[in-house]
């Protein structure tokens, strides 16, 4: 069965330090895979995509996530975080199919120190 | 461009009572998919529809029914509600793409 996994819950870094959010998934062809962020009470906001092609893809935001088919991974960077990053990040999988549903992971909740 | 909209933001219900949230899709978009996030989980996939049909559901019980209209709006109904059924419910919206765009939610709280 697919599964994504974000192996770290809560995340803290100092404001401008770098950050690399951590998901691996489990599926059995080339996946979708998409990167959201949500503020707390909102709704999910895409930062990035990868389909295909080249394996370093960049977002909104500043964003930027390499897609790692040997490590099964796809981990979120930002070489600078700002104060109005602290959100709660999510990676999922897109089923390719009939129905493009979603596999969420359980989230990685970012704080940003001053 | 309109963003996915829904509605109401907030509701508070008891258990056993039945409740019908709405989520207007996203300018051209023909796909709706609804997703229920329990407090401190990420968003569990409940069902999908496309030009009016039930395209694909997560395992969610019967109680879980939706409906989409002409319009391409949607509806999600559940009854008998569950203390378990409080969540933040998400709205989604497609077209012809894997990428689905939400919108800011409908906070569910079962009394």
């Known amino acids: 069965a697919q599964s994504v996994t974000q192996p770290d819950i809560h995340i803290t870094v100092s404001e401008g330090a770098s950050l690399e959010l951590r998901c691996n998934y489990s599926?059995?062809?080339?996946?979708?895979l998409f990167w959201y962020v949500q503020s707390p009470g909102q709704g999910l906001q895409l930062l990035l995509k990868?389909?295909?092609?080249?394996?370093l893809v960049q977002g909104i935001k500043g964003f930027e996530a390499e897609f790692k088919r040997s490590q099964s991974s796809f981990n979120l960077r930002k070489p600078s975080v700002h104060w109005s990053d602290a959100a709660e990040y999510f990676c999922a999988v897109g089923e390719s199919g009939a129905t493009n549903k979603l596999i969420f992971g359980t989230g990685t909740l970012l704080a940003v120190q001053p | 461009e309109t963003g996915v909209t829904q509605s109401p933001t907030h509701l508070i219900k008891t258990r056993g009572q039945q409740v019908t949230l709405r989520c207007s899709s996203q300018s051209g978009h023909n796909t709706v998919s609804w997703y229920q996030q329990a407090l401190g989980q990420g968003p569990q996939f409940i069902f999908q529809?496309?030009?009016?049909?039930?395209?694909g559901r997560g395992n969610f019980p019967p109680r879980f029914s939706g409906l989409q209209f002409p319009n391409y709006s949607s509806e999600l109904n559940v009854n008998a509600l569950e203390l378990d059924d409080s969540a933040l419910y998400l709205c989604?919206?497609?077209?012809?793409?894997?990428?689905?765009?939400f919108g800011p939610g409908t906070r569910l709280t079962v009394t």
């Open positions: 599926y059995g062809a080339t996946p979708y």
């Open positions: 529809y496309y030009r009016e049909e039930e395209n």
């Open positions: 990868y389909f295909s092609g080249d394996t």
């Open positions: 989604a919206s497609s077209s012809g793409s894997p990428v689905q765009y």
